[in-house]
């Protein structure tokens, strides 16, 4: 008997079910259901209906009895790690998405979104193949960063121990980052920062 390895993943909140590197998961069938709505795509198995082929692809995992990824608070299961992710958020507490114009935050973008329009009267207008400004978001205490050299100068000086920072630096990944010739800010050094200023 061979034996099994964990793998963290989603900052150490979560592992790849270990009992799926004996296992391969079955086919889920994606193909859609007859159309009852022109342009839709129906889900063969509980009738969600999809705009895309591949939201529907993505949609029919959760169909499947066993899970790719663990929560290692509870043991809940998912096939996708930003499902994970979100969930996590209901051990932790994590609620990045603060609304500027009242005292509430969320643990998602869209609830943000939804809030910002139900609540305010705020609506986000996105051009075509306009997106919104991406966010790191550190999963031990809620901070936010624009970008990413912030997010990890935050757990280098706050989370030293972070599962996913000691990957990245455990890989060789985050030395590659800085040394790629589109980085616009290689000469920091983040290893050995102790300052709580960052680069403008």
């Known amino acids: 008997m061979g034996v099994t390895t964990v793998e963290w993943i989603n900052g150490g909140y979560g592992v790849k079910n270990p009992m799926l590197q004996s296992y391969r998961m ?7 259901a007859p159309a009852s709505e022109p342009g839709l795509l129906t889900c063969r198995i ?12 993505r949609h029919a995992k959760c169909h499947s009895e066993i899970k790719r990824y663990l929560c290692t608070f509870c043991g809940k ?6 499902d994970l992710k979100r969930h996590t958020r209901t051990h932790t507490g994590v609620r990045p ?7 509430k935050s969320f643990t998602q ?19 075509y193949k306009e997106r919104r400004s991406k966010v790191f978001v550190c999963e031990d205490c809620g ?4 970008v990413f050299d ?3 100068q935050h757990l280098q000086l706050n989370h030293p121990f972070n599962p996913q920072l000691i990957k990245l630096t455990s890989t060789g990944a985050l030395s590659k980052y ?14 050995t920062s102790t300052s709580g200023t960052f680069p403008r």
């Open 150 to 152: 912030q997010y990890i």
């Open 143 to 146: 901070f936010t960063a624009p």
């Open 109 to 127: 973008r869209c609830s943000l979104e939804s809030h910002l329009r139900k609540v305010h009267g705020t609506q986000h207008n996105y051009g």
């Open 46 to 57: 509980c009738g969600k209906k999809f705009a895309l082929q591949r939201l529907l692809n």
């Open 178 to 191: 800085h040394r790629s010739s589109n980085h616009r800010s290689a000469s920091i050094s983040f290893a």
């Open 26 to 32: 079955p086919d889920i069938d994606t193909t859609p």
């Open 77 to 82: 299961g998912f096939n996708d790690t930003f």
């Open 97 to 103: 998405y603060k609304c500027d114009q009242c005292e």
